[in-house]
């Protein structure tokens, strides 16, 4: 076989994104042939012995691609293990028969869609900068939000010393105690809609991804997941 890159041969089996092989590597967590292996690094598929985090990997590439959508509940952690004991996601998707892995991911008091795959072609596509899926955010607030922190809210900011885009905000239901603000984002950086709130002087009740594009969550039950149709599978590899 020919050499490919150790980060696309990673993802290409199934183990994680081509985004989160090379995060490994660049940890030290990645050996070939017993060494250390570093970023760029090409390896020939069934003829160089690759190792993460001790284990062997297997050069068979996964039989069957799986796409899923969680209803990730507040309280998860959108990791496969944690080393502070808190509840993953991967217990809500055990029974999946086949190991999948988290496409992006929610904070732990977030809730909503989140989209699972073995296919880490198609999860390196979806976590990178460039792709143009909006994200669609539900978000609670306490009190009734003025004219002037709405459009603040729709205005570009700085987070993080980064100049994010202007985010396109909608009211859908305005009470005397509360507010809720439908979100499209097209960018997503950590913990972004909160801090945008932050700015604004705005307190986060809730904040739920109810969809990806066209993906809905629609009736999905909290902590339940399904499999996505073969429309929207087409529909996230043509975006």
């Not at 990730?72 to 055990?94: I, M, N, Q």
Request: hydrophobic share 35%; net charge positive; charged share 30%.
């Amino acid at each position: 076989m020919e050499e490919i890159r150790l980060q696309k041969y990673i993802s290409t089996i199934g183990i994680m994104s081509r985004r989160s092989a090379e995060k490994e590597i660049e940890a030290g967590k990645v050996k070939v042939n017993g060494e250390t292996a570093f970023l760029g690094q090409k390896i020939i598929p069934g003829k160089d012995r690759v190792t993460y985090k001790g284990k062997p990997l297997q050069d068979k590439i996964p039989e069957r691609k799986c796409y899923i959508i969680l209803n990730k509940p507040r309280g998860y952690v959108t990791t496969l293990s944690d080393e502070k004991s808190r509840k993953c996601v991967a217990e809500l998707v055990f029974d999946v028969n086949t190991r999948v892995y988290p496409v992006g991911r929610l904070d732990m008091d977030s809730e909503g869609l989140l989209l699972f795959t073995n296919d880490g072609e198609l999860a390196n596509k979806l976590t990178h900068p460039k792709h143009r899926i909006p994200k669609i955010y539900h978000v609670k607030v306490k009190g009734e939000i003025t004219p002037e922190q709405l459009k603040k809210l729709s205005s570009s900011m700085v987070i993080d010393d980064y100049e994010i885009q202007p985010v396109q905000c909608d009211i859908i239901t305005r009470k005397e105690n509360f507010t809720v603000i439908r979100m499209e984002l097209y960018e997503g950086r950590n913990r972004q809609i909160r801090k945008m709130c932050e700015q604004t002087s705005l307190e986060v009740v809730k904040l739920q991804r109810v969809a990806i594009g066209n993906i809905k969550l629609g009736d999905l039950a909290p902590g339940k997941w399904r499999h996505l149709t073969k429309s929207q599978i087409e529909y996230l590899k043509k975006a």
